[in-house]
């Protein structure tokens, strides 16, 4: 079965400043995506980013950028010029392409400071 | 608005007392699921549904039940619910293919003494 990793239960940043969350996951399928969610204080989640794993090339969106490692299974999500808006707590997800469970980390509570 | 519906939003309850929570989304979306978030432990996935009456256990299935009788429609069901169950519970739908992300509901603070 796939796990999804976050070591980190909390972190900070300055506001900014850039910062780099991490993810590992454990798959034997070849095919899957991966994705940022973002869960600030309303409860909402919110797709931050999405990565296939048969593209080479990271995904970006604005301040958001992923560094992801195909073969040591690592899928972490950097964010730059951090803002206040920013803090929330942050999930990696795993969705398989062989059937359509998606896994989810424990998550990462972020915090930026003023 | 493309969206996903939960309700309640907030529930106290007792022990045994038989309860249901509601998810609906007008996005057509033949995927649906049951997610559970806890502290320290992200979320975790109950139950899934991959279209009109098809209904998958997720990872922590234990004490809940689901059905899909309509597409918009994916109620969870705890027949005789614990204080174990005590959870934020999450509906989120997409379509059917693994590259689509998935839309969630606002969530379910559900407590049971």
């Known amino acids: 079965a796939q796990t999804v990793t976050q070591s980190q239960p909390e972190m900070s940043v300055q506001e900014a400043e850039t910062v780099t969350l991490s993810c590992t996951y454990d798959?034997?399928?070849?095919?899957?995506?991966l994705f940022w969610y973002k869960q600030p204080p309303s409860r909402q989640m919110i797709l931050v980013i999405r990565?296939?794993?048969?593209?080479?090339q990271n995904a970006t969106e604005n301040r958001f950028s992923v560094n992801f490692q195909k073969a040591a299974k690592s899928f972490s999500l950097k964010i730059s010029d951090s803002q206040l808006g920013d803090t929330a707590m942050y999930f990696c997800?795993?969705?398989?392409?062989?059937?359509?469970?998606?896994?989810f980390g424990a998550g990462t509570r972020l915090t930026v400071k003023p | 608005e493309a969206q996903v519906t939960q309700n309640p939003r907030y529930l106290i309850t007792v022990t045994g007392k038989k309860l249901t929570v509601t998810c609906s989304q007008n996005?057509?979306?033949?995927?649906m699921s049951w997610y559970r978030q806890d502290p320290g432990l992200g979320l975790r996935q109950i139950y899934y549904?991959?279209?009109?009456?098809?209904?998958d256990k997720g990872d922590v299935p234990e004490g809940y039940k689901v059905s899909r009788k309509e597409k918009r429609n994916f109620p969870l069901i705890l027949e005789s619910p614990s204080p174990n169950q005590t959870s934020l519970y999450f509906c989120?739908?997409?379509?059917?293919?693994?590259?689509?992300?998935?839309?969630f509901g606002p969530g379910t603070r559900l407590t049971v003494t």
């Open positions: 989120a739908s997409s379509l059917q293919r693994a590259s689509y992300e998935q839309y």
């Open positions: 798959t034997s399928e070849n095919n899957y995506y």
């Open positions: 990565q296939e794993a048969y593209k080479q």
């Open positions: 997800a795993f969705r398989g392409n062989n059937n359509n469970d998606m896994r």
């Open positions: 996005m057509n979306h033949e995927y």
């Open positions: 549904s991959m279209n009109v009456e098809v209904t």
